[in-house]
């Protein structure tokens, strides 16, 4: 494995390291473009392994600022979403495909069963 292979390994290992990275990619893979409000609500919901329609206001303000002031910005970065905040919308871009297959392993081991079940990427 050469150098470039394995900083790109590590790259992806570390952004699939954070849940809500990974719950925003679940939900992009699922429907190639989602709002930033909806997202927020099923990331929230996902967290706190309760229905969308309960999750408390200062959840989803948590989730939100997250998404926005770290997450986000992170995965256009690496050029795996892209995103309008004006507008709410998020859309996987070209790199999306470098992490697919591990994002799927990912998947495959997470505690709810809800993600687990979905139809693979």
């Known amino acids: 494995m050469n150098q470039t292979t394995a900083s790109r390994m590590e790259a992806a290992c570390a952004l699939l390291a954070e849940s809500e990275r990974r719950f925003l990619l679940y939900q992009?893979?699922?429907?190639?473009?989602?709002?930033?409000?909806?997202?927020?609500?099923?990331?929230?919901?996902?967290?706190?392994?309760?229905?969308?329609?309960a999750i408390d206001k200062g959840v989803r303000q948590r989730v939100y600022v997250s998404l926005v002031h770290?997450?986000?910005?992170?995965?256009?970065?690496?050029?795996?979403?892209?995103?309008?905040?004006?507008?709410?919308?998020?859309?996987?871009?070209?790199?999306?495909?470098d992490i697919k297959p591990l994002l799927e392993q990912f998947r495959q081991?997470?505690?709810?069963?809800?993600?687990?079940?979905?139809?693979?990427?």
């Open 70 to 97: 770290n997450h986000l910005p992170r995965l256009a970065d690496y050029d795996i979403i892209e995103y309008d905040l004006r507008s709410g919308d998020i859309v996987l871009a070209d790199g999306f495909d």
């Open 28 to 53: 992009l893979a699922d429907d190639r473009t989602v709002n930033l409000e909806d997202v927020v609500t099923q990331v929230a919901a996902w967290e706190c392994d309760a229905r969308a329609d």
């Open 109 to 121: 081991t997470e505690e709810k069963p809800e993600i687990r079940e979905r139809a693979p990427l």
